[in-house]
């Protein structure tokens, strides 16, 4: 499939066939795609804690739902069918101990030299090749958030370490219900881009 496809095709999918599990082999290879991607100072400071079998799922969903001892809602009910859910993680102290190396300086390591939290945007980039390797893999992916809430319940269930910002969670399956939502025609509103400098029209 042809990257431009790759990009118009691919859609958040919540809604998954629970017959038809995501081999470990397709999911390695989704994963050696997403390390590709671009890190500040190459620090790739991502983690990514792979749930593919009933039973880390249902721990997952137990740890983050908030009032999950009640019924599931409609998308709960619909995003546990998925086969396989990869929490993606970030490390802070990866990127604050690599910028106190000698070829960058920062030797106090001052999380204020960052305005922009470059563990988190590393992670999203990671999350979206996962998002675009699920499509031309022919599955379906959705990326979602953990409420923050609910950080402690998840990192208890999993032994993850206290430093690991769970950034958000990627869900694998094949899709079910395969037609075009809203979402994927937006109006021309939404799509904003500037040329030269805010205040010019759209081109």
């Not at 990192?155 to 399956?173: D, E, M, N, Q, T």
């Not at 079910?176 to 939502?181: I, R, Y």
Request: with cysteine.
């Amino acid at each position: 499939m042809e990257f431009s496809e790759v990009v118009r095709r691919r859609r958040m999918v919540r809604s998954y066939d629970p017959d038809r599990p995501v081999s470990r082999e397709s999911v390695d290879g989704l994963l050696r795609l997403a390390v590709r991607a671009p890190s500040a100072g190459h620090t790739q400071g991502w983690h990514f804690l792979v749930l593919d079998d009933i039973t880390s799922r249902t721990a997952f969903w137990t740890a983050t739902t908030v009032g999950s001892e009640g019924p599931p809602d409609r998308w709960r009910v619909r995003m546990q069918q998925a086969s396989v859910l990869i929490v993606c993680l970030s490390d802070r102290n990866a990127y604050l101990d690599r910028y106190a190396e000698p070829d960058k300086g920062w030797t106090d390591r001052d999380e204020t030299h960052w305005p922009i939290p470059y563990w988190h945007v590393d992670v999203g980039m990671a999350a979206m090749i996962l998002l675009l390797a699920a499509e031309d893999a022919g599955l379906g992916a959705c990326f979602f958030g953990v409420p923050g809430e609910r950080w402690a319940d998840l990192r208890a269930a999993f032994g993850i370490p206290a430093r690991l910002a769970p950034v958000g969670v990627v869900s694998l399956g094949y899709a079910v219900g395969t037609a075009p939502t809203v979402s994927l025609h937006p109006p021309a509103r939404s799509r904003r881009r500037r040329r030269s400098q805010w205040g010019c029209p759209r081109q």
